[in-house]
């Protein structure tokens, strides 16, 4: 069965560093999404991509972050300067354009930022 | 405006117990979509179900059911004869004309042998 990958599973970086975090999604699906979860809270929108650009974004989804397609099978998640309080785990998932209600869900990329 | 609501944050059980977990969401959308999720100590978001606004039917599978009551906006979730490893964390989700869902904030299962 089809499933979407996330790389690394964990991350480690100081504060001010850039990170990428990698997620190829289901082939055939065309919608992508990054979610975050700080450890012991509730998982959290970040993004959603289609077509190329982003589609809707939340608060949290300032500045320091990024996202982009950069080839056709790997969609990535940027943060430029990242800060203690982007430690958390950070889920990918992706859907087909008819059901983007069924999101499917990468294993995640956990990252502690010192 | 989209809200989700677990009011139980922790529950403990001993094996066998029946246990729910209740779920309260808020949309103004009549089509909107409802699911849950298993999150392990492992980390990963497990897809358990997912129900849309216009099917109130309840759903059994296996020892798991689920209880869609759209007048009292409930998507409550029982778990019976409960077992040591269903302790996990348990998230409900809202997707409506938006393209993201709504967690939550999970319930802590705890299931004791």
């Known amino acids: 069965e089809p499933e979407v990958t996330q790389t690394p599973s964990h991350q480690v970086t100081q504060m001010g560093q850039e990170v990428i975090l990698r997620c190829v999604p289901i082939?055939?699906?065309?919608?992508f999404y990054w979610y975050r979860q700080i450890l012991g809270q509730k998982v959290e929108f970040l993004v959603s991509?289609?077509?190329?650009?982003?589609?809707?974004k939340s608060e949290i989804f300032d500045d320091q972050f990024s996202v982009e397609r950069p080839d056709g099978s790997n969609f990535t998640l940027k943060i430029r300067s990242t800060k203690l309080e982007d430690s958390a785990m950070y889920f990918c998932?992706?859907?087909?354009?008819?059901?983007?209600?069924?999101?499917?869900f990468g294993p995640g990329t956990r990252l502690l930022v010192l | 405006a989209q809200k989700v609501t677990q009011a139980q944050t922790e529950i403990s059980v001993v094996e066998k117990e029946d246990v729910t977990l209740d779920c309260v969401y808020e949309t103004r959308d009549t089509t909107y979509y409802l699911f849950w999720y298993k999150q392990p100590p492992s980390g990963e978001l497990v897809f358990l179900i997912r129900r849309n606004s216009f099917d109130e039917q309840n759903e059994i599978s296996g020892r798991y059911s689920w209880n869609f009551q759209k007048s009292t906006s409930s998507f409550n979730f029982t778990i019976t004869a409960s077992q040591v490893v269903d302790s996990a964390v348990y998230f409900c989700a809202l997707c409506d004309n938006t393209d993201k869902l709504i967690f939550g904030t999970g319930t802590r299962l705890q299931v004791f042998p």
């Open positions: 991509f289609y077509n190329n650009e982003i589609s809707e």
């Open positions: 082939s055939n699906h065309l919608y």
């Open positions: 998932a992706s859907s087909l354009a008819g059901a983007r209600e069924t999101q499917y």
